[in-house]
């Protein structure tokens, strides 16, 4: 069994940019996450390293699979800083830590600091990534559709 099962706990000790990621609790988080989570974890400096380098990874191959037709609509361009990125650590029933990854661009306010961002459509500005990071790999990932 995990040994980091502290629901609702979020590490606060961690450095990274509070103005573009929030790091939320699982209790909050429940319902885009699923059954896949049995216990809360925390996430470690090294681990959110690990997410930041499967992220950018897994955004240069998205991007390069674009056919020159569809690209600019559906390209991710995270170096123009407007997007905001969400993460919730947990384990998974083989004991595994995972994290849920939720990014996106449009959104007023800080409700966002505390609360997943959830809407439909969006295309690019808008993609989930679920890491594992145990394996450090990427286990699934969705980008929105333009609607």
Known sequence: MPEEDNVGYVNTKLEFDTSAMAILALDSSKHVIG?????????????????DSLMKAYVADYNASLTNDRGDLYRINMGEGNYRIQIVAFFNSEGEKEAWVNVFC????????????????????YFQIDINLTRKEIDGSFVNGLG
């Open 106 to 125: 449009k959104v007023s306010g800080d409700y966002w600091k505390t609360r997943p961002v959830v809407v439909f459509d969006g295309g690019a500005c």
């Open 35 to 51: 059954d896949r989570a049995i216990a809360s974890a925390t996430i470690t400096q090294a681990e959110l390293a690990v997410v």
